[in-house]
């Protein structure tokens, strides 16, 4: 047994690494939500950001859109030309999909300062992906409302998670501390 755990012993290390990590930010953002319960953003502070912000890039795009708070549940409605088409919820806002990047990304740690901005600027890029993201799938929904299932099951995933595979790669190849030896 004790061969095996020093065989396999950076699999080990980065399995224990990634969980918890993942586990803590996890915790950490439930935390959030809450405690953001009652506050002024409806129904969070991030949730609410981003449907503010998908409604601002829908405009750019010459789309006469709005959002507004939901009636009946914890979302944020988004409505171009006076049509219903989508809810932006708590998962739209993409902090659980960063959190998975960044527990991915120190448990391949490589410099401090380099995982430090590697992680920043991922999740930037990630958050504005996912911006992106719910105005291609609304403005599909508009134009496509039959098409529904594939833009939000297979279209909307893809983008995002895409994303952070891509992200994950190239981080593995190019900056962590992964050496051959390890493999």
Not at 53 to 74: M, N, V
Request: net charge neutral.
């Amino acid at each position: 047994m004790k061969e095996l755990i020093i065989k396999y012993k950076s699999v080990i290390k980065f399995i224990l690494t990634f969980l918890a990590v993942y586990g803590v930010l996890t915790f950490a953002y439930m935390l959030y939500l809450d405690y953001s319960d009652g506050s002024e953003y409806y129904p969070d502070y991030f949730t609410n950001l981003v449907a503010k912000q998908s409604d601002e890039l829908l405009h750019a795009f010459g789309y006469d859109s709005q959002i507004e708070k939901h009636p009946d549940e914890p979302s944020m409605k988004l409505i171009i030309n006076g049509k219903y088409l989508a809810r932006v919820v708590e998962g739209c806002n993409s902090i659980s999909v960063i959190i998975l990047f960044i527990s991915f990304i120190i448990a391949f740690a490589g410099k401090f300062k380099t995982t430090f901005f590697y992680i920043l600027a991922g999740s930037v890029l990630i958050y504005v992906v996912n911006l992106f993201r719910i105005v291609i799938l609304s403005i599909g929904l508009y134009h496509y409302p039959w098409r529904r299932e594939e833009l939000h099951t297979v279209i909307f995933p893809l983008i995002i998670y895409g994303m952070v595979f891509l992200l994950w790669m190239f981080w593995v190849n190019r900056f962590s501390n992964l050496t051959a030896s390890d493999e």
